[in-house]
């Protein structure tokens, strides 16, 4: 375990050395938040919603926009980039098999989602007293399992991906769609309902949804966590079949 | 001597290419053994089969009598292997990446010590992407030492370096050997071959050619050698014509030209010294392994 320790440790010291990366994965969400915290009418309770404000809504989107920045537009690109450049074949030869350095990079990109999604309950509570998730617990396991998720289709697109480009240009194309199910333009609870049902079987329309359960003092819904455990499952598995080494 | 690789009919087969067709020979301990040909002769795949990255689909291999494959867990921690063409992460620091691989091993060099050795000692803090090719290569051989490996693979070790690198890695191999370390070389340099190997075998579209030392495969060659020079004083023709060694003797002006096999050399200025003639400006041509790998394989190296 000693060396997946090294790794990880390596991980984050590369990954605290790209000013890009830091930006989006560990900044961006917080600052997110005090952006549109700062528009008054966000801050008012809308009856469109039940009453919330749409600042209240937008934690929970930026915490799924962390993880979604960083298993989508981080981890592909780097591990399909380690192939390219033969940092995993040039692994191989040492007693540590390759499959710990993707670990490692995942548990990196974790630590990183943990500490951004901190920052983000401590900025939406401290400036816009955004109240922390009622339901503790079944935030952080609704948290876990999104995060999950969507590492499983990070490290499947970075098993396929030809190249660190073409890892990152897959990433960002599901990006998009991602996001838009989890509210990010516009919040699920303001979207047509049938948009609303497809977004349900996404990893992040599924993942909002129990992170918002949890936040305004629910469990989550067995139907979302379901859905989260067969992503994790599905992508992981083929992943791990589908992983070229070199 | 102890034998730690011995490798019989190693064969390897990618979807439609023979990459290794049929390769043996077996590397003694302490020797520096290398693997000579051209581009694309199978010599990357054979040392893969080796070290326990790629796995063989025919033949027998056993590494330190271990199975390289199959074993490979055993033996990572016993080989070092330096791969051409890979690279590290662009902001790793050159000191990060040394300590990072030596915690991978049971019983590491002083990662230190190792880049002090290679003259890496003053760039522990650049990042990787920063190195010169040079530097990396270093590197690269730093990486495959640091865990004080009893065999060491290193493949194509000078490729992409200038001449003055090139003289200063060889220095260092012979170092890495002095202290114990088996070395299988992987070149297409000639030159490399016969300044560091004790043997070598000569490996030609996935067959080896010859196994034997670098002066014992130029020797099986019935090469030409030629000597120039000029003589002190009027010379006859047939002074030298007349030798068994001797094929002919041309001029180029006041140049003498000899063409011959066998001790050509001793016969030449034997006669000479003899007759009280001075060779002044002596030349000679010897055969060369490039000759040998012609002979053997009916083309030069570089097609």
Redesign the interface.
Known sequence: M??LY??TR?EL??FL??PVGVFFGFAFPAILVVILGSIPSFREPDKDIGGLRVIDLYVTISVALTLAMLALQVTPAVLAG?RE???L??L?????HPAKLLAAQLASSLLTALVAVALVLAVARLAFHVPLPGQFAGFVIAFLLSAAALFAVGLFVAAVAPSGKAGNTIGVVLFFPVMFFAGLWVPREAMPAALNRVGDFTPLGAGEQALHDAATGAWPHAGQLVVLAAYVVAFGLAAARLFKWE | METVIECDHLRKVYRDTVAVDDVSFTVQRGEIFGILGPNGAGKTTTVECV?G?RRPDGGRLRVLGLDPWHDR?AL??RV??Q?Q?????D??RLG?ALE??S???RRPADWRELADVLGLADKLGTPFGKLSGGQKQRLSIA??LV?NPEIAILDELTTGLDPQARRDTWDLIEQVRARGVTIVLVTHFMEEAERLCDRLALIDSGRVVATDTPAGLVSRVEAEQRIRFRPSVELDDRLLTGLPEVQAVTRHGATVVVTGTGNLLHAVTSVLARNQIVAMELRVDQASLDDAFVALTGRPMDN
């Open positions: 000693n060396a090294k790794l390596a010291r590369l050395r790209e380690y450049r033969g940092v074949r040039r191989s030869t040492t007693p540590v | 070290g990255i867990s990572r921690q070092g292997v791969l063409e890979s690279q590290l992460q902001k790793l990060e990072l691989f915690s991978f091993y990486l495959a865990g």
